[in-house]
């Protein structure tokens, strides 16, 4: 058994429970990669004809060794980078198409609104308030007018704790606040898939646990979230699967109970292992 003792608390939703253990359901058709490929370059292969399934209930956690393309997955999925090959499907819709191998992109733009997506670094615009980098957005591409942006954005502050930080700068909050203000200003655009890179790495301890906290609250509503995290057991606690991902392909993935007690495959022990010790 790799992993068998909590530290943070697990989504405190009764239904929590069910959910996990009816993982062993049919893949589902939210979100499909199909032999997605990408590299950068001629010799960086990132995507290696990967393919995946994602329900809409589904909350997959993606874990891998450093430099094994999980960023890449995500940058892949919000419509930041291209792909040279492959499909992937969103909603059951065609959503991304492999291109040239320029990589150049053939995306959906309409569906590529319906995702949202929060950094490790904090990407906020230093020199707009918090309701202002909250209305950007909205505003500009949904055509929300002024008022109605603003009164989403009061919604989505005083959900996660925030209301306070309105009219606040960027420079004003500490890292936990700014990172929640992301998932705010992410929010906004209602997105059906929020996507989370590492976004508690650079954060101190009590400020990693608010923002675990308001991704947890985000599950018990049951957002559809692709995570990657170096977390484990946050990992554990968030996921209704893990995926582990090396060389641009998926290795194993499975339900947390399973991947972190017994892992099947021998590069997803030693990986485990390791991280675990560190941890
Ligand atoms: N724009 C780019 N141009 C060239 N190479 C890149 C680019 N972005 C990423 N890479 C390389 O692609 C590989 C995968 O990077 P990626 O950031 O996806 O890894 P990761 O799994 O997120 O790693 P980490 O856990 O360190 O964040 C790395 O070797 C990285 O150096
Ligand atoms: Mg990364």
């Known amino acids: 058994m790799l992993l068998s003792q909590t530290q943070a608390q697990p989504v405190s939703n009764p239904t929590y429970g069910a959910k996990v253990s009816s993982l062993s359901a049919a893949a589902g058709d939210f979100v499909q990669l199909r032999n997605v490929y990408k590299s950068y370059g001629e010799n960086l292969v990132v995507m290696d004809r990967m393919s995946l399934d994602m329900r809409a209930d589904d909350r997959l956690v993606v874990i891998g060794p450093s430099g094994s393309g999980k960023s890449s997955l995500l940058r892949v999925l919000m419509g930041l980078e291209g792909v040279q090959g492959g499909e992937i499907m969103f909603q059951g819709k065609p959503y991304i198409r492999g291109a040239d191998q320029s990589g150049s992109k053939r995306i959906d733009a309409k569906l590529q609104k319906q995702i949202g997506m929060v950094f490790q670094h904090y990407t906020l615009f230093p020199h707009l308030s918090v309701l202002g980098n909250l209305i950007l957005a909205p505003v500009k591409v949904l055509g929300l007018n002024k008022a109605d942006a603003t009164e989403r954005a009061r919604k989505y502050l005083a959900r996660l704790g925030l209301e306070s930080k309105l009219n606040a700068y960027p420079s004003q909050l500490s890292g936990g606040q700014k990172q929640r203000v992301a998932i705010a200003r992410a929010l906004m655009l209602e997105p059906k898939l929020m996507l989370f890179d590492e ?65 099947k495959e021998t590069r997803t022990r030693e990986f485990l292992e390791k991280v675990l010790y560190l941890d």
């Open 199 to 263: 976004v508690t790495s650079a954060l101190d301890p009590e400020m990693v646990i608010e923002v675990q906290n308001v991704m947890l609250q985000l599950a018990e509503q049951k957002m559809a979230m692709i995570i990657v995290t170096h977390d484990m057991h946050f990992a554990r606690d968030i996921a209704t699967r893990v995926v582990f991902c090396a060389s641009g392909k998926v290795v194993e993935e499975g339900a947390p109970a399973d991947m972190f007690k017994c892992p």
